[in-house]
């Protein structure tokens, strides 16, 4: 499964962004697998911003509840985070995952698109 993560880009502080990953190869275990974002702020680690299941199930990091939404158009093979009242420290480099369990993990991650939130 390859993933290609898009949307980022420079956006005033209150502002709101919509990062978009497109998978391709491997149809049906796409759409089975449980979507992700991650961010990496420099000198940081990588965390996860929230993740949505096949079946819709979306769980979120405490950072970004409340001002995030993820959902999914399986026709489309695509996952999408928007993010609203963007704040500075929302700036980092988002990357899309994916990830199915079964029997071994299989777990993709996409390039990578930067967000910089200027205050």
């Known amino acids: 499964v390859q993933l290609q993560a898009s949307g980022g880009g420079l956006v005033q502080a209150g502002g709101s962004l919509r990062l978009s990953c497109v998978a391709s190869g491997g149809m049906l275990m796409i759409r089975a697998m449980t979507m992700g974002w991650y961010r990496q702020a420099p000198g940081q680690q990588r965390e996860l911003v929230g993740n949505?299941?096949?079946?819709?199930?979306?769980n979120y990091a405490d950072s970004v509840k409340g001002r995030c939404t993820l959902s999914r158009d399986n026709a489309k093979n695509t996952v999408y985070l928007q993010i609203f009242s963007l704040k500075p420290e929302d700036s980092a480099v988002y990357y899309c995952n994916a990830k199915l369990f079964r029997g071994t993990l299989y777990e993709s991650w996409g390039q990578g698109t930067k967000l910089t939130v200027s205050s």
């Open positions: 949505i299941t096949a079946t819709g199930t979306t």
